[in-house]
């Protein structure tokens, strides 16, 4: 009986050793799962943090000559207005003739808009997206 006993108690201490084994097994696994989702996601981070580092002086650069550029057409509509002031001898017409000008881009503006620009723009800020800083394609795998 005292063989059976001790070898009972051999058979449940190693039992129990398999059980550690296993057990310090998938928490080994469970941290190491844990620390390559938190590196993924500080990964996913910084990827996004340059791409708006890229971003930001190119907004920037544009906001200040869109800017610019709305004074220049603003100045040279007045003259414009001026100018056909003096030939058509009204200053209604004049800048009647520049409000129409104006009345024609809109519109030209809004058809190349539906037809190139919105594609042409989304195609641009893919490629900005999902492109690495020396001008490569990056592809996740």
Known sequence: ?????????KFVQSKD????????????????VERYVQDRLLLAKLEATEKI???APKMFLVLALAFI???IVMIASFLLGYFFSLLTGSVFAG????LGIYIVIFFVMILLYKRYIKQALA???????????NGEVHHDA
């Not at 310090?24 to 941290?31: C, K, N």
Request: no cysteine.
């Open 95 to 98: 800048f009647g003739i520049i």
């Open 123 to 133: 195609n641009m800020i893919v490629k900005m997206m999902f492109s690495k800083s």
């Open 53 to 55: 580092a890229g971003v």
């Open 17 to 32: 050793s398999k059980m550690e084994t296993e057990k310090t097994f998938f928490e080994d696994v469970q941290q190491r």
């Open 1 to 9: 009986m005292a063989g059976f006993l001790y070898n009972l108690l």
């Open 69 to 71: 550029g709305f004074f």
